[in-house]
């Protein structure tokens, strides 16, 4: 898991071969005029999707995985505040990995908590459970998929 500001992102280009067109994107686009949605980048190997959610309490939030992809996710307005937990110390899945869907959700807690305001990021990795969108109020971001292999 990493946490810091688009300024900084040219640290992790190195990371993966596609982290320097995200962060290319994530740079060089409106993010906040882009529709609600999923918005191709380079086919299904690196992706977009805008969305503003209301936020929940950390009760309500469950932790989730991907195996699939990389999360990159930005916050543009509000403060999301991401449980993040490793995978291995996951034990009480809410339900089987579905590939379909690419997601896996755990009742378990999350082990710390991430208060991640607007410019801000996280990147979760496959090895990273995270439990996004504990906010007050309104978040809207943008999370990149970027395919793990």
Same mark, same amino acid.
């Given at each position: 898991?990493?946490?810091?500001?688009?300024?900084?992102?040219?640290? $992790?280009?190195?990371?993966?071969?596609?982290?320097?067109?995200?962060?290319?994107?994530?740079?060089?686009?409106?993010? #906040?005029?882009?529709?609600?949605?999923?918005?191709?980048?380079?086919?299904?190997?690196?992706?977009?999707?805008?969305?503003? *959610?209301?936020?929940?309490?950390?009760?309500?939030? #469950?932790?989730?995985?991907?195996?699939? $992809?990389?999360?990159?996710?930005?916050?543009?307005?509000?403060?999301?505040?991401?449980?993040?937990?490793?995978?291995?110390?996951?034990?009480?899945?809410?339900?089987? $990995?579905?590939?379909?869907?690419?997601?896996?959700?755990?009742?378990?807690?999350?082990?710390?908590?991430?208060?991640?305001?607007?410019? *801000?990021?996280?990147?979760?990795?496959?090895?990273?459970?995270?439990?996004?969108?504990?906010?007050?109020?309104?978040?809207?971001?943008?999370?990149?998929?970027?395919?793990?292999?």
């Amino acid at each position: 898991m990493i946490f810091d500001t688009l300024f900084n992102a040219d640290r $992790y280009a190195a990371l993966h071969p596609l982290f320097p067109r995200a962060f290319e994107f994530l740079r060089g686009t409106d993010l #906040k005029a882009l529709a609600p949605g999923r918005h191709p980048i380079q086919g299904e190997s690196l992706f977009a999707i805008a969305e503003t *959610a209301p936020g929940r309490s950390r009760e309500e939030a #469950k932790l989730e995985c991907h195996q699939k $992809y990389i999360d990159i996710q930005l916050v543009l307005e509000g403060r999301d505040e991401m449980g993040w937990k490793p995978v291995r110390d996951c034990h009480e899945p809410l339900a089987d $990995y579905s590939a379909v869907k690419d997601i896996q959700f755990f009742r378990d807690a999350p082990a710390s908590w991430i208060a991640t305001p607007p410019g *801000a990021f996280c990147i979760f990795f496959p090895e990273d459970a995270h439990a996004p969108l504990v906010s007050e109020g309104a978040v809207q971001k943008v999370i990149l998929k970027i395919a793990a292999a």
